[in-house]
Structure formats: structure tokens, C-alpha cells
């Protein structure tokens, strides 16, 4: 994380926690946060982003010197919204609607950086969102996730919520990334060597 990156993060960290809006860093930083070298020039964040606290939340931030152009009309349309930061960083909040939005926040985990507590996403609903994506970068991110963090992730959780997920799309993509992700990391079993029988 460079210097930039953490400032504005914890810029609209300080913001959120000021309000008491719960959130969960996820994107890029989680990853690197969860143990796979991972840059990254932006922060991404989940939040509960109810109407009443947005007007708020807009002015609270501005004051700590983002610009937040259009968080309504993002928020209506695309379920988040960007700002950027007094260094130029970029700072997307999504809005954490619906039952994986409430998970994520659910079972968020404290994660200690630079001697301070922050709330990251779980490593499971890290890789549901990874798996949702059809993004070349996520389908990477989950594959290293998977090495780095499989043995201690819940599986079944994440199959669950793929399964849910393709469901609600129709089809079977985000299964299929999943599962194409973990066989990457699923260790060769060794064929055994026949053993030729001597002629006596």
C-alpha cells in the first residue's frame, strides 16, 4: 500500500467509523491483507449506505478533501459510488445491499495495519466477489487467494454462495471461475509406477 493509498483509505475509514456506518475494505487491499503481494493505486470499500445517512456522509467527506461528484445518482445506478481523495486516489464505496452485502459486513474481520484495527472482508466473501467477477486481474486474485488462504477458507461457504449466485444471474459462470481456480491449486496426486512381475 503506498503512503497515498493509506492515507485516503484511512481518510474515508475515519469518515465512516465517525458516522458509525459498519464497513469492510475489500478489492486490491484485501487481498494484500489476506497474504497475496498484490498492488494497487485505489481503495474499495463496503458499506451500509442507507438514503438518510448519505447527505451526511457526502458532506463529511468533502471535509476531509474528496470530491464526491454524484454519490445519489452512482448509487441509484451502479450500487456504488467514487471519490477521490485530496491526493488524487480513488475511493469507491459500495453500497452493501442485500444478503451477501449484509454477509460481508456480518463477518467482516478486524485486521491490524501500521498498529491500528481496520475491518477487511472475510477471505471467503473475498473470493465470492472474485468469483462473481469476469475480470482477468480477479480470476488471478482468486487463484492466488486460494493458494494462499485454501487450506483455512470454508469451500462449501463459497460453493454455496457461487451456486446462489448463478442462480440469480442464470447460468453457471461463477461456479465454473470457482471451481476452475481451486483445481489450480489442487495438488497432483503422484500415479504409481507399475510394478512388472519377474519371470521366474
Known amino acids: 500500500m503506498t503512503p497515498e493509498v493509506g492515507q485516503a483509505l484511512l481518510a474515508a475509514v475515519d ?19 489476506w497474504g497475496v503481494n498484490r498492488s494497487t493505486r485505489d481503495a474499495d470499500l463496503y458499506a451500509e449506505l442507507p438514503e438518510a445517512e448519505r447527505p451526511a456522509l457526502q458532506r463529511a467527506m468533502e471535509r476531509r478533501g474528496f470530491h464526491v461528484p454524484a454519490m445519489d445518482e452512482e448509487l441509484e445506478q451502479f450500487g456504488v459510488f467514487r471519490s477521490k481523495s485530496g491526493g488524487g486516489v480513488f475511493v469507491d464505496i459500495f453500497s452493501a ?44 486474485d482468486l487463484v492466488n487467494l486460494s493458494a494462499v488462504v485454501g487450506a483455512r477458507m470454508d469451500v462449501a461457504y463459497i460453493r454455496r454462495w ?10 453457471n459462470d461463477v461456479s465454473e471461475r470457482l471451481e476452475k481456480a481451486l483445481a489450480q491449486n489442487k495438488p497432483k496426486t503422484p500415479q504409481r509406477k507399475r510394478k512388472r512381475s519377474r519371470e521366474r
Open 97 to 140: 445491499v442485500g444478503p451477501l452485502g449484509e454477509a460481508i459486513l456480518d463477518r467482516r474481520k478486524s485486521v491490524e495495519v501500521a498498529g491500528r484495527a481496520l475491518w477487511f472482508i472475510a477471505p471467503e466473501d473475498l473470493a465470492v466477489l472474485k468469483a462473481f467477477s469476469e475480470r482477468p486481474r480477479d480470476f488471478e
Open 15 to 33: 469518515t465512516l467509523d465517525g458516522l458509525g456506518i459498519r464497513y469492510a475494505i475489500v478489492g486490491g487491499l484485501a487481498v494484500g491483507a
Open 162 to 171: 457461487a451456486k446462489q449466485l448463478d442462480e440469480s444471474i442464470g447460468g
